[in-house]
């Protein structure tokens, strides 16, 4: 992919470049984002998530949910978006899943995917014990679909459009990820 | 006129560079004086400052987000505005570092600027005229004070801040919405078009027209010259815009004025007080403190602007008290501190727009529809005075959509991949009247870090405007209704003053000193060298975003300092 910075910088330059003078050109902040807290979902429980991120979003012609990334940028979320409490939340509710059904992580993808499925379409009147996945769900589709492969292979991504045209959608047409 | 008056460290001294700081900086360093702005935010450079600008998604640590502690320590009330991410999110104040009382239970969401550049760097572009009769309301209904100038007074001087800015729009001929120097507007889409045919047949006094917004469609020699260029249909502005495609104090004045040689700009430089000289009866100066290293400085001038931002503006008169204005510099009447008002919103409709699946578009169009207002202008109602506008787009739902609805798997995946069904929004921007309890004061307990007495603010909605919120809806929905949909969802939610960020009066301009601060050359009345010319001078806020009013009206008084100071009299 071509890197945007660099075009960015480089039309800059073709416009005359930024013109602002010394008395603007004052040191700015970092404005660097704090250190990532240490995660706090177990290798057991990171297994069980990368099964179900792939049965939610599974590999195609373009890569799924693990092969975007997606479970370690779940890890993520957990320590740099949740409240404590939320992810509190959502860890127990994976360990509840997890008790229930121990044989999950072992289940052939037949069994795993219809259990999987039989909760996701009763996602607007979860029970209590699959509150969790509710927020499961909502992680993998941002984690996937903002990831490179998401936003830019499965979907249409234009760092730098130029404009606003009207076009027709043909069978080749990919929805914009942003 | 280059060299400084040798009294002074500065022939005009400008408190605060956004909006209409910038315009000031721009107008009087053109015109040869030296001139200082001082900002209390943290220095951004146009194009090397814009950190995030361009970044995808993935490039970022937090794929955009700002953790929820995060917000809930430091961005309680920046996180409520729009744009705030992890983009822009060095581009807003820490709230925790100016906290601020809201009063009488009342909840004031006020959302505030971290950098030089100010909310000009933030703002959403939306730029329209008021028209004579927003400059004749107050006097007509007996709400606020008579504004002391017409339409006629600003008309000029619109034309030659929408010159310079650069507004992309359409002309309409509407008298309640006058039209402007305009460069090509953005295009509406197929469901836009078709929405505006069968709502304005059936509405007849209503329009659809696209939104007129400070984005470069095709740059003047001028704009080039500043290193400006086209808008790239990002929408991603609030993180910086290295093409300068929308306007900004960063992108345009503030190097407008710089090139002059005239300008110095200082940075984390907290104004404090305007400095009072009994024997002049003058400002003399101002008192500001340097954050980064609290240092105190006056610093002296022949003619202080304070541009300063609405509430934090006021907040700086309120605070300059001497032994012959204890109340707060010039403040000898009524309206110092009251008489705030922002829009109302929250009120609208949604719809799902069925057909037009073959059509899509590419670019992310930097501005939305908007409805010019109609109630009682061509649609007379008994319910409430005055009116809004509204905006809305019709836009086709993208994967985002996936996210509360059932499916997975391969057929989610290829759901998810072709365009959503279109769906169309309008939501309105109503007018807030005038009230003198609408107010801000300086707490008597508390200061800032930097010494400075927190700003106590009591402002809410009142029975006008919840009213009107009330047929925002309504029409919202029965627009909708006539554009052919049949899945509309209205909704009205809760609001509160200070989130449409159009903080509007609180050192209004009048006849007189006794009800306004201001006189018609957004000059202070009492104090002759002393000019606001940001949204605190509003007499009214009509229903339009009021940036390019902020805008005419600094242009206008600088053009005004400038004739007084050649004269002698300044």
Redesign the interface.
């Known amino acids: 992919m071509l890197d ?2 660099q ?3 480089g ?2 330059a073709l ?7 010394a ?7 970092s ?1 660097s ?2 250190a ?1 807290r240490k995660a706090t979902l177990s290798e057991p429980q990171m297994k069980a998530i990368t099964i179900m991120a792939d ?4 590999e ?1 012609d373009t890569p799924g949910a693990s092969g975007a990334g997606v479970p370690a ?1 779940i890890r ?2 957990m320590a ?5 409490e ?1 992810a509190q939340a959502f860890v127990d509710g994976l360990d509840g899943f997890l008790e229930a059904h121990p044989d999950f992580p072992r289940q052939d993808i037949t069994a795993q ?1 219809n259990l ?2 039989g909760i ?2 009763s ?2 009147d979860l029970p209590e014990k699959y509150r969790f996945y509710r927020q499961l ?2 992680l993998v ?3 996937y ?4 492969v998401g ?2 292979e ?2 249409a ?13 043909t069978s080749e ?6 | 006129m280059t060299n400084t008056s040798d009294n002074f460290d500065f022939d005009v001294l400008i408190v605060g560079s956004g909006m209409s700081g910038g315009w000031v900086a721009k107008e009087m360093c053109e015109r040869g004086y030296k001139t200082a702005v001082l900002d209390r935010g ?8 814009y ?8 490039e970022m ?5 700002v ?4 917000i ?1 320590r430091d961005y309680e009330k920046s996180s409520l505005c729009y744009a705030f991410n ?1 983009y822009t ?2 581009h807003f104040i820490k709230d925790s570092d100016y906290p601020f009382k809201e009063k009488d239970g009342k909840r004031f969401d006020w959302i505030r600027s971290a950098r ?1 550049g100010g909310k000009s760097v933030l703002w959403h572009r939306h730029s329209y005229r008021f028209s004579e009769m927003d400059f004749q309301a107050n006097k007509q209904d007996g709400h606020g004070c008579d504004w002391p100038i017409r339409y006629d007074d600003l008309k000029d001087w619109y034309d030659y801040v929408e010159r310079f800015a650069g507004i992309s729009g359409s002309k309409e001929g509407l008298p309640q919405l006058p039209d402007g120097v305009f460069q090509k507007p ?2 509406m ?2 469901v836009e078009l078709d929405a505006k045919a069968k709502v304005e047949k059936a509405y007849p006094g209503r329009k659809i027209i696209i939104g007129r917004a400070a984005h470069l469609t095709e740059p003047t020699d001028e704009q ?6 086209p ?4 929408n991603e502005c609030q993180a910086g815009c ?3 495609g929308y306007f900004s104090s ?1 992108s345009a004045t ?2 407008a004025a ?2 002059t040689g005239n ?3 200082v ?1 984390n430089a907290m104004v404090q007080e305007v400095v009072y000289d009994a024997k002049t009866k003058r400002a003399s100066g101002v008192r500001m403190i340097d954050i980064t290293t609290g240092e105190r400085v006056f610093i002296s001038a022949r003619v202080v602007f304070v541009c300063a931002s609405t509430l934090a503006t006021t907040q700086i008169l309120l605070n300059s008290k001497s032994a012959e204005f204890p109340r707060g510099i010039g403040n000898t009447g009524s309206a110092l501190g009251h008489y705030l008002m922002d829009h109302i919103k929250g009120a609208g409709a949604n719809a799902v727009v069925d057909g037009y ?9 930097p501005t939305s529809l908007y409805v010019p207002r109609f109630r009682n202008v061509t649609e007379k109602t008994d319910a409430f005075l005055r009116g809004y506008g509204m905006q809305g787009e019709a836009q ?1 739902l ?3 959509a ?9 057929d ?3 759901r ?5 069904p279109w769906t169309f929004t309008l939501q309105g921007f109503g007018e807030m009247l005038p009230e003198h309890e609408n107010s801000v004061s300086l707490s008597t307990t508390e200061t800032d870090q930097w010494g400075m007495p927190i700003l106590e603010i009591s402002c809410e909605y009142g029975a006008n405007e919840l009213r009107m919120k009330e047929d925002m809806r309504n029409t919202a929905t029965e627009m909708l209704r006539a554009a052919g949909y049949t899945k509309v969802q209205p909704y009205s939610e809760e609001s509160f003053p200070g989130i449409v960020i159009h903080e509007m009066g609180t050192a209004r301009m009048g006849h007189k000193a006794d009800d306004s601060y201001l006189n018609r050359h957004n000059q202070c009345h009492n104090v002759s060298n002393l000019f606001v010319t940001d949204g605190a001078s509003m007499t009214s806020s009509a229903c339009q975003n009021p940036s390019l009013t902020f805008m005419a009206l600094s242009a206008r008084a600088a053009a005004f300092a400038d004739e007084q100071m050649k004269a002698g009299a300044l």
């Open positions: 945007r910075r075009i960015l910088v039309v800059a416009m005359g470049g930024a013109l602002l003078p008395s603007v050109k004052a040191l700015h902040g404005g984002v704090g990532f049965i939610i979003i599974p195609t940028f993520t979320a740099n978006w949740l409240l404590k939320e995917t999987i499925a996701d379409s996602l607007h769900k909502e589709l941002i984690g679909y903002t990831s490179e936003a830019a499965e979907l991504y234009d760092p730098v459009p130029g404009g606003y045209t009207i076009i027709p959608v047409t990919k929805a914009w990820s942003t | 943290a220095p951004l450079e146009h194009g090397a400052g950190e995030n600008e361009g970044k995808a998604p993935w640590p937090n794929r955009g987000r953790s929820k502690e995060e809930e992890e999110k060095r030089v953005f295009d889409n197929p080039l010259e500043l290193g400006r260029g808008c790239q249909a990002r290295s093409w300068g960063l503030l190097p710089d090139r300008m110095t700009l940075p699946e073959d059509v899509y578009y590419a670019g992310r169009r086709r993208s994967w985002r996936a996210i509360g609805a059932e499916g997975i798997g391969k989610l995946k290829a998810v991949q072709k365009p959503g």
